[in-house]
């Protein structure tokens, strides 16, 4: 077993819920192989050509992450390992933090086709597909920014793909929306924490109305504008928002867990050209995580 390879305790955890056949009558083969290649490409960010002989061939490992990609395996196969997860009480729902990262595109991951290469075994478009793939151009070059949602064990909960230019606070209710456990007893997914925590860029009054209307306690600073603008308003602007400083300190959780994800090369520089296949690349590197003990 290599560096950076599946264990046998992550393999058995995985096993179960990965696709057992590829539609036609036809089999997935050497299924640990090939997903060994594609996390050897995701922690060294090397391009697919050139993968180690010893994972076969790099064009297989590709299509597989792809395919996987596009038609959802990769968040589906999280969302099982979250449910168990969730009944052996490793989430830590107490506090959930929010917050983004830019990453850098590489000039690779520009210049996609207007209309997505169609994936085989599919006849419509990805559902991540996006028109502009999530690559925003500012002064300091090409950029993609990552949303995420992490529990207080510093893992991924919700994952959201944008343009590195896009702002915090209009992301905050579809971060928060996207958080989906599944019970493995059945009934409604668990879709709500007990506590979000996120800095002042997720300060709106819409995101603030939001949360009170889920009944979701939340701790976020009032930025100063907001706070100018409500005493100049007198009685109708309102109570000001309770601040709880020792809660707001557990922030450090979702940096913490970004951190850790940009500690893979494929996901601190992105070099996926699509944004369906970039956001399969980070939730593959969530759900690595979520697979270690």
Request: glycine fraction near 8%.
């Amino acid at each position: 077993m290599g560096r950076g390879d599946l264990s046998d305790a992550e393999w058995a955890q995985l096993e179960p819920h990965l696709p057992t056949n590829v539609g036609r009558g036809g089999r997935w083969h050497c299924h640990r192989r090939v997903i060994n290649g594609i996390l050897f490409r995701l922690r060294t960010g090397l391009p697919w050509r050139d993968l180690p002989p010893h994972f076969g061939k790099w064009q297989t490992v590709y299509d597989r992450h792809r395919r996987w990609s596009a038609d959802g395996t990769w968040e589906r196969i999280l969302r099982a390992i979250l449910a168990a997860a969730d009944a052996a009480g490793r989430i830590d729902w107490s506090v959930v933090s929010v917050d983004s990262t830019v990453c850098r595109a590489h000039q690779h991951a520009a210049g996609a086709r207007r209309r997505p290469a169609r994936v085989p075994g599919r006849r419509r478009r990805p559902a991540e597909h996006r028109s502009d793939e999530a690559v925003g151009r500012s002064r300091g070059g090409l950029t993609t920014k990552i949303h995420l949602a992490s529990d207080g064990s510093r893992r991924p909960l919700s994952i959201l793909i944008t343009p590195g230019q896009w702002g915090d606070a209009p992301q905050l209710i579809t971060v928060l929306d996207r958080i989906r456990v599944p019970r493995p007893a059945g009934g409604r997914p668990r879709t709500r924490p007990d506590h979000v925590c996120g800095d002042k860029a997720y300060s709106s009054r819409r995101n603030r109305q939001y949360l009170r209307r889920r009944q979701i306690q939340h701790t976020i600073p009032e930025r100063r504008d907001q706070r100018a603008n409500r005493r100049r308003r007198g009685s109708r602007g309102g109570r000001p928002t309770a601040f709880d400083r020792s809660r707001y300190a557990r922030r450090n959780e979702v940096e913490r867990c970004i951190n850790v994800l940009k500690g893979s090369r494929a996901v601190a520089t992105r070099y996926d050209k699509r944004a369906y296949v970039f956001h399969g690349t980070v939730t593959l590197a969530a759900l690595r995580l979520w697979l270690r003990p």
